[in-house]
């Protein structure tokens, strides 16, 4: 696609309850970020996936999220028994591989509250 | 490890004036930095780079930012503001030899450029 996607854009989700985001990368960029950005900081890495590398989970905040990425392409974020600290905006965002001064293009984000 | 350090919350300017928004970072080797911005109800956008070589590097909508190794700095700047301009900013720092693609970002500073 021409842009990055994501979805959905809002969720709205019960304590204990899981959920899954969505990223739709740029056709042909090997490289995938997910980011978290709560209200008042800044942008928090959670994962990255380039190519058919292991990905880097260094920036999971617990065993309750996790990441997968299928065929190189989409990539889906989950997080189990969702707690309101959970709630943030969770940006992707993809770059071409292989070389570390490319650029990263975000999607739009999709905003998760937790009640 | 990594990191980004942007030491102002908040930048506020008067429109015309010049604008400095702060960043230094921690990385091991020769980094790659950026600077990307966010529009209110918009999502992050690429403004420029630094790779190698000239230390002071153009970006978009007129804003720049020179890169200091000795003070490991990377300030973003612009000679004249505009209320356009008000939006939140973030540095970014990815480093060289890693053979890896994790890209830190700082806290971001909002910009507030006042009429």
């Known amino acids: 696609g021409a842009g990055v996607s994501q979805s959905p854009s809002n969720k709205v989700t019960e304590k204990g309850k899981d959920v899954e985001l969505r990223c739709d990368p740029i056709s042909g960029h090997t490289a995938l970020y997910w980011y978290r950005q709560s209200l008042g900081q800044g942008l928090e890495f959670l994962i990255y996936?380039?190519?058919?590398?292991?990905?880097?989970k260094s920036g999971l905040p617990s065993d309750r999220f996790s990441a997968e990425r299928t065929g190189g392409s989409v990539s889906t974020l989950t997080i189990q028994r969702t707690q309101q600290e959970d709630s943030a905006v969770y940006l992707c965002?993809?770059?071409?591989?292989?070389?570390?001064?490319?650029?990263?293009?975000f999607g739009a984000g999709s905003r998760l509250t937790v009640l | 490890a990594q990191s980004v350090a942007q030491p102002e919350d908040q930048v506020n300017v008067a429109e015309g004036n010049p604008l400095t928004v702060k960043c230094t970072y921690s990385?091991?080797?020769?980094?790659?930095l950026f600077w990307y911005v966010q529009y209110p109800n918009r999502g992050l956008q690429f403004l420029l780079k630094y790779i190698t070589g000239d230390n002071l590097v153009k970006g978009s909508y007129g804003f720049e930012a020179e890169f200091n190794k000795s003070q490991t700095s990377f300030h973003l700047k612009k000679p004249s503001a505009l209320v356009s301009d008000s939006a939140l900013y973030f540095c970014?720092?990815?480093?060289?030899?890693?053979?890896?693609?994790?890209?830190?970002f700082g806290a971001g500073t909002r910009l507030f450029v006042k009429a």
């Open positions: 996936f380039q190519g058919n590398s292991a990905p880097d």
């Open positions: 965002a993809s770059s071409e591989g292989l070389l570390g001064a490319n650029v990263l293009t």
């Open positions: 990385v091991s080797g020769n980094p790659y």
């Open positions: 970014a720092v990815r480093a060289q030899n890693t053979g890896g693609f994790k890209t830190i």
